[in-house]
Nanobody
């Protein structure tokens, strides 16, 4: 049974930083492209970042470029999202997702497995 478990969310002030973690189990982690998505209240799910199975290729949404970093540790079955210079508009539930394709993808429909999400609130 595949499980993706996110952690690291919380309340942070504007300009602050958070690192989200996603622990994967039940799949050959090194064969999967991993993505981070988010969903704000009343909005659809949007891509934030993605990383190829090897870590050699990444994708970032325009809103994340220059502020967020995605990384993975295949030995630990973990993927991370480091978020700096957080803004109020980054407030959302953040989801980790896995797809068997080799290329990072920003389309949620291409991802097979999803975590339950972790809440990030950016507020003063």
């Amino acid at each position: 049974q595949v499980q993706l478990v996110e952690s690291g969310g919380g309340l942070v002030q504007p300009g602050g930083s958070l690192t989200l973690s996603c622990a994967a189990s039940g799949l050959t982690f090194g064969s999967y492209t991993m993505g981070w998505f988010r969903q704000a209240p009343g909005k659809g799910r949007e891509s934030v970042a993605a990383i190829s199975w090897s870590g050699g290729r990444t994708y970032f949404a325009d809103s994340a470029k220059g502020r967020f970093t995605i990384s993975r540790d295949n030995a630990k079955n973990m993927v991370y999202l480091r978020m700096n210079s957080l803004k109020v508009e980054d407030t959302a539930v953040y989801y980790c997702a896995a797809r068997s394709g080799t290329s990072p993808s920003n389309s949620p429909t291409t991802y097979t497995y999803w975590g339950q999400g972790t809440q990030v609130v950016v507020s003063s």
